[in-house]
Structure formats: C-alpha cells, structure tokens
C-alpha cells in the first residue's frame, strides 16, 4: 500500500478507536490488527499503539480535569503501582519469543471479543450515591490489584478499561463519571512508562505512531464532547469480525 494511503488509514482507525474506546472498549484490538495487516511485526505495532493510547488518556485526563472530575491522591498511589508492574509487562513483551507472543496476542482477541460481546450483562453500579471505599484495606488491595493489571497493561494492554471499569466501580465503589476519570489517570501513568521502555529499546514506528495519536486523540475529543450513542451496535459487529480475522491470522499464519 502506498505510504500516503497508510497514513490516511492509520490516522482514520485512530481516530474510531478513540470513539470504539468510549463507546464499548477494545478499540486498541482494531489499531494493533491495522498496523500488523499493513506489514508491522506485531511487537512494533504492540509498542507503536502506545502512543495512541497516551493521546487519548491525555485527552481524557484534560477533559475531565476541566470538569473538575479528579480522583487525587488515590490515581497517584495506584497509578504508580500499576506504572511498577507495567514496566515488568513491558519487559516481558520484548524479551518473549515472537511466536508466541502472536499466539498470546491470538487468544487476547478473542477474549477480548468475547468480553465485549458479553459485556451489556456485565452489571455496573450506575448510582452517583455510592459510598467510594478508597482508603483503608480497599486502598491496600487496589494497589496489589493494579500492579497485576499494570503487568497486562505493559505486555500488551489491549481490552484493560473493561477490567479497571469494573474494578474501580464495584471494589472501590466510584461513581461511573468518576470511574472513567481515574481509568484513564492511571492508564496514562502506566502507559507513559511503558512507551518509555518500549522508545528505548527502539520498537516504536514513529512515523505511524504519531498519526496513529493524532485520530486517537481527536477521536477522543469528538466522543467527550458529544454522546454518539447511534451506531455503537454496528461498531461492535465490525470490531469483532476483524478482531476474529485477525486472531486466526496470528495463531496460523
């Protein structure tokens, strides 16, 4: 494919993945299988996808900044703790051999899948009068769990709002609003130390990654600012078809 064509591409995949990230999670599954479809080895892509991943938790932490939404000093403790184990995962991802670091990302995808498709029957507390637990025991336990899920979110990332989604809301009890607002806090913290890793030991594209931030991070911006509920099934659908497609090329090709 022409390089001006996959410019176009990535930035416009970019830009639904930060919508797809809003609407029902999982859109760093169609910008990882984008760039492994254009001829990206897929540890390149993984490390290439953090940068838009950092434009879009940018772009979220500003936002609900603005909002006044802020959830401090618990994102700090647990974003540093989530930052320690992703800079393990991180490690792990570069160390691991490719083959099977392609069937890992295989059978990610199509748990992933499976997790979106099932997710309308996953409950959430949706009520703003929920007595946060944030302190105590609870503060003790998120940290261990969010360094496990930095240890994820360094290997490979992929489908993590889900799983802090409805930790912070059922374990630590926040409301929805601020739910997403401390997600995406402790996201950019573990995934800035990530990237960071990963641009060193130079696996990033950067030429892609940076179109690739740039729809991410407009994306984002678009989805905050208007609630574009209309569609979302449709989204989905797609989603899962190239995630599947994608999932069967790794794990046999």
Known sequence: MDPIYQ????????FAAGIINTLAGGGSLI????????????????????????SQTFSGVLGFRSKGVIN????????????AGALIGAKLALDINMALFNKILAIIMIVVAIIIILKERIKLNKGI?????????????????????????????????IIVMLFLNNVNRLSL??????????????????????AINNQVDWKMGLFLALG?????????????????K????????????????LWFF
């Open 7 to 14: 410019i176009i591409l990535i930035t416009f995949v970019g």
């Open 31 to 54: 910008t990882l299988s984008t760039m492994i479809f254009l001829g990206m080895p897929p540890n390149i892509a993984n490390a290439t996808n953090r940068l838009g991943i950092l």
């Open 72 to 83: 401090f000093p618990f994102s700090i403790y647990v974003g540093i703790s989530a930052l």
């Open 129 to 161: 009068e929920l007595k946060e637990r944030l302190k105590g025991k609870h503060l003790v336990i998120s940290i261990i769990a969010f360094f496990g899920i930095g240890v994820y979110g360094g290997f490979i990332n992929a489908g993590i709002g």
């Open 177 to 198: 609003v601020k739910t997403n607002a401390t997600k995406v806090a402790i996201a950019f913290t573990y995934t800035m130390g990530a990237f960071i890793f990963f």
């Open 216 to 232: 991410n991070g407009l994306g984002a911006w678009f989805t905050s600012r208007w609630s574009v509920k209309k569609g979302d």
């Open 234 to 249: 449709v989204i989905k659908i797609v989603m899962l078809v190239v995630i599947v497609g994608m999932a069967i090329k």
